[in-house]
């Protein structure tokens, strides 16, 4: 189970921490990943991190302002975002990927077999 939270309403270059729990499983295993779907538009992929965290990616729509980091001892993967932008405004989702690499994450929607429920970010110009 993936359980995200942390969304919510903002003005224009605010910040927001997103984050995804997971249950019933060693998130260590997994390569995690966020993801996000404004209403009428296809999902896209904001950013992943691997299973060590060493290694993370990010969409460049993203990229400089949005921070993906884990703490496995938590089961909890985060996203930092900074600097929102009404483009911004979506229902962003966490994903994971059961990886035998420790250091790769994809950057494929298709490549992950679970998704939590998502969690709505709003932000206001």
């Known amino acids: 189970q993936l359980q995200a939270s942390g969304g919510g309403l903002v003005q224009a270059g605010g910040s927001l921490r997103l984050s995804c729990t997971t249950s019933g499983r060693t998130s260590s295993d997994y390569a995690m990943a966020w993801f996000r779907q404004a209403p009428g538009k296809q999902r896209e992929f904001v950013s992943a991190i691997s299973r060590g965290g060493a290694s993370t990616y990010c969409a460049d729509s993203a990229r400089g302002r949005f921070t993906i980091s884990r703490d496995n001892a938590k089961d909890t993967v985060y996203l930092q975002m900074n600097s929102l932008k009404p483009e911004d405004t979506a229902v962003y989702h966490c994903?994971?990927?059961?990886?035998?690499?420790?250091?790769?994450?994809?950057?494929?929607?298709?490549?992950?077999?679970?998704w939590g429920q998502g969690t709505q970010v709003t932000v206001s110009s």
């Open positions: 994903a994971a990927d059961r990886q035998i690499r420790m250091e790769t994450a994809s950057v494929r929607g298709d490549d992950y077999d679970s």
